[in-house]
């Protein structure tokens, strides 16, 4: 397949007997996991395989995703580790304002007085708003918040975000 692709969840385990697969998710559009959906199943090896969802769940705050023709725990049990992507065709017209994960990670972070913060190395859901987090050249990591009053500007061709960071953001 020639087509660039995108990681939408990770595999981190089967869910009981009948096939299913407890999934990490990597983006934050809910309708990736939609019935009739195709993913695509990439392995270690490199290996790509066409599938087709026929089941979906939340369930403790993974997804719960069930394959066409794949009803048992021995058909699944090997896509463990592996990482569920779609293709560039696959992805959707954003609003202003909006963007995809893989067009954020990576970006360097600046202050509005232009002092280099690190680079963006993960993107984290835990409620109301996404949490950046930003790897240092030195020291631990630190969590901005995506919300108006901090984050400023975003460059995406230029990979570059500029933030005004709160009281104590940078301790």
């Given at each position: ?27 934050d559009f809910d309708e990736r996991f939609n019935i009739g959906n ?100 030195s020291g631990k990591d630190i969590l901005i918040p995506y919300i ?24």
């Amino acid at each position: 397949m020639n087509e660039k692709m995108y990681t939408v969840g990770k595999i981190i385990n089967t869910h009981g007997i009948r096939g299913d697969v407890k999934v990490l998710r990597i983006s934050d559009f809910d309708e990736r996991f939609n019935i009739g959906n195709t993913l695509y199943l990439v392995s270690d090896q490199k290996k790509i395989e066409e599938l087709i969802i026929d089941g979906h769940r939340i369930h403790k705050g993974y997804d719960l995703i069930h394959f066409q023709g794949l009803n048992n725990i021995n058909d699944v049990e090997h896509f463990k580790g592996s990482f569920l992507k779609i293709t560039e065709s696959q992805l959707t017209e954003l609003e202003e304002n909006e963007y995809y994960y893989h067009e954020i990670i990576g970006c360097e972070v600046y202050t509005t007085s232009g002092e280099a913060v690190g680079h963006i190395k993960e993107i984290l859901s835990p409620g109301a708003n996404d949490v950046w987090v930003v790897q240092r050249q030195s020291g631990k990591d630190i969590l901005i918040p995506y919300i108006e009053d901090v984050v400023l500007e975003i460059d995406v061709e230029g990979k570059k975000v500029v933030i005004e960071p709160m009281e104590g953001l940078l301790e």
